[in-house]
Nanobody, 124 residues
Framework: VQLQASGGGSVQPGGSLRLSCAASGLTFSTTDMGWFRQAPGKEREFVAG????????AYTDSAKGRFTISRDNAKNTVYLQMNSLKSEDTAIYYC??????????????????WGQGTQVTVSS
């Protein structure tokens, strides 16, 4: 299984970025996908997730209304559209995959595979 994250960069506050995570080696339609982030000196935290079997999504409170997670099954790719970015969104963003389960999607320890991370920097 490989997860290839891309799309990070540097933007000013209020700007937008779209992260992509291309997955290979797994059955995309039955896999849950999540985006996590880790800021310097902080623990990795859940940002957004999608249960690919049913299409339901979840977001951390700080991401609600600003971030949107979506998928393209034909491309085995999950996206994270991030709008109205704030300095506190600065972090390395990781995509992750886990086999479908009824457990909450935000549980970091449930994820079996991780991408390499992409840096997002929000600064004026």
């Amino acid at each position: 299984v490989q997860l290839q994250a891309s799309g990070g960069g540097s933007v000013q506050p209020g700007g937008s970025l779209r992260l992509s995570c291309a997955a290979s080696g797994l059955t995309f339609s039955t896999t849950d996908m999540g985006w996590f982030r880790q800021a310097p000196g902080k623990e990795r935290e859940f940002v957004a997730g999608v249960k690919l079997s049913v299409g339901s999504t979840a977001y951390t409170d700080s991401a609600k209304g600003r971030f949107t997670i979506s998928r393209d099954n034909a491309k085995n790719t999950v996206y994270l559209q991030m709008n109205s970015l704030k300095s506190e969104d600065t972090a390395i963003y990781y995509c992750a995959a886990r086999f479908g389960t009824l457990r909450p999607i935000e549980l970091l320890d449930d994820y079996d595979y991780w991408g390499q991370g992409t840096q997002v920097t929000v600064s004026s």
